[in-house]
């Protein structure tokens, strides 16, 4: 019997219909089952591919219950012998956070191979089939394992990806370099797959804490962070300028928010790059993580308190 690879579908743009050939902008996100997404993609010898529909939905809604679903199911099926690796397709706005979810959540000693596209389905030339091609080629690799994004040919890792750019098709970038790329249909690798936590984390059984992120900027004050606290935020992270630094400003209503019981934790607003440990502010615990990954990470922490 051949190996199994489960892709699972989340909607987003690979899913999206236009209104026409041209329509790049005003198509609706998640209309496309995945089952028809499949069709005519090329599938890696030696295994079958089985298909579930677990929401269609723009990714910008995407929200707990999805993620609940998703670790779930792509934890029974990495589970069982025949299953060699995952597939998600996934809308690109919120990409990261599910994808670090997954990396925190699901034991991963098989591949999860997120993909997407920047076009719809139906599209003039759609960019979707070839990622969700390179997808099921990477979740097909011996010794392949980790929480991945296949797309434009490249492949990232989960921890600090994030979404730069709003509409080329190569969008993302990743804190710890691609780990390889497809080209012509063969992988290179450029690095060692990533590494899973050593142990995984649960979701919340109930409400998620409530963690909002705050950025310092040039005139940045205290009553943002103020208005926060007495609300009843749970957490805070700050995407801070540079290598983390604080507004003074901004800096004291933390140190207070955090003398109330609430977390503070940084990490930086830049587009690329991770904040290094250590020198100003270093008095905030820093996450190598972006802002929406590190707000994740901090919910998770809540939750297991």
């Given at each position: 019997?051949?190996?199994?690879?489960?892709?699972?579908?989340?909607?987003?743009?690979?899913?999206?219909?236009?209104?026409?050939?041209?329509?790049?902008?005003?198509y609706r996100?998640?209309?496309?089952?995945?089952?028809?997404?499949?069709?005519?993609?090329?599938?890696?010898?030696?295994?079958?591919?089985?298909?579930?529909?677990?929401?269609?939905?723009?990714?910008?809604?995407?929200?707990?219950?999805?993620?609940?679903?998703?670790?779930?199911?792509?934890?029974?099926?990495?589970?069982?012998?025949?299953?060699?690796?995952?597939?998600?397709?996934?809308?690109?706005?919120?990409?990261?956070?599910?994808?670090?979810?997954?990396?925190?959540?699901?034991?991963?000693?098989?591949?999860?191979?997120?993909?997407?596209?920047?076009?719809?389905?139906?599209?003039?030339?759609?960019?979707?089939?070839q990622n969700?091609?390179?997808?099921?080629?990477?979740?097909?690799?011996?010794?392949?394992?980790?929480?991945?994004?296949?797309?434009?040919?490249?492949?990232?890792?989960?921890?600090?990806?994030?979404?730069?750019?709003?509409?080329?098709?190569?969008?993302?970038?990743?804190?710890?370099?691609?780990?390889?790329?497809?080209?012509?249909?063969?992988?290179?690798?450029?690095?060692?797959?990533?590494?899973?936590?050593?142990?995984?984390?649960?979701?919340?059984?109930?409400?998620?804490?409530?963690?909002?992120?705050?950025?310092?900027h040039a005139?940045?004050?205290?009553?943002?962070?103020?208005?926060?606290?007495?609300?009843?935020?749970?957490?805070?992270?700050?995407?801070?300028?540079?290598?983390?630094?604080?507004?003074?400003?901004?800096?004291?209503?933390?140190?207070?928010?955090?003398?109330?019981?609430?977390?503070?934790?940084?990490?930086?607003?830049?587009?690329?790059?991770?904040?290094?440990?250590?020198?100003?502010?270093?008095?905030?615990?820093?996450?190598?993580?972006?802002?929406?990954?590190?707000?994740?990470?901090?919910?998770?922490?809540?939750?297991?308190?």
């Amino acid at each position: 019997m051949a190996d199994r690879i489960v892709v699972l579908g989340t909607g987003g743009t690979i899913a999206g219909r236009g209104r026409g050939p041209q329509d790049h902008v005003g198509y609706r996100s998640g209309e496309v089952p995945v089952g028809d997404l499949l069709a005519g993609i090329p599938v890696p010898g030696g295994v079958r591919v089985d298909v579930e529909q677990i929401a269609q939905v723009d990714s910008k809604d995407m929200d707990p219950q999805v993620w609940a679903t998703l670790v779930a199911r792509c934890s029974e099926a990495l589970a069982q012998e025949d299953v060699r690796g995952m597939v998600v397709t996934h809308g690109t706005d919120t990409l990261e956070e599910t994808a670090y979810v997954l990396h925190r959540c699901v034991p991963a000693s098989k591949p999860v191979v997120l993909t997407c596209a920047m076009r719809p389905a139906t599209a003039l030339s759609p960019d979707g089939p070839q990622n969700l091609a390179d997808a099921l080629l990477i979740a097909a690799q011996d010794g392949a394992h980790g929480v991945l994004l296949a797309c434009a040919g490249r492949v990232h890792g989960a921890v600090g990806l994030r979404k730069v750019h709003p509409y080329r098709l190569d969008p993302f970038e990743s804190g710890e370099g691609v780990v390889g790329y497809v080209e012509d249909s063969r992988w290179r690798p450029s690095r060692d797959w990533p590494v899973a936590p050593a142990a995984s984390m649960s979701l919340p059984n109930a409400e998620w804490p409530w963690v909002a992120i705050v950025m310092s900027h040039a005139g940045a004050d205290a009553r943002q962070v103020d208005a926060l606290v007495r609300d009843g935020v749970r957490g805070l992270v700050v995407a801070g300028t540079g290598n983390g630094t604080v507004h003074h400003a901004l800096a004291a209503a933390l140190r207070q928010a955090s003398a109330r019981g609430v977390r503070v934790v940084r990490t930086t607003r830049c587009a690329e790059g991770l904040v290094v440990d250590g020198g100003r502010d270093a008095e905030f615990e820093t996450l190598p993580l972006t802002p929406v990954q590190a707000r994740v990470e901090l919910q998770l922490r809540l939750a297991a308190a």
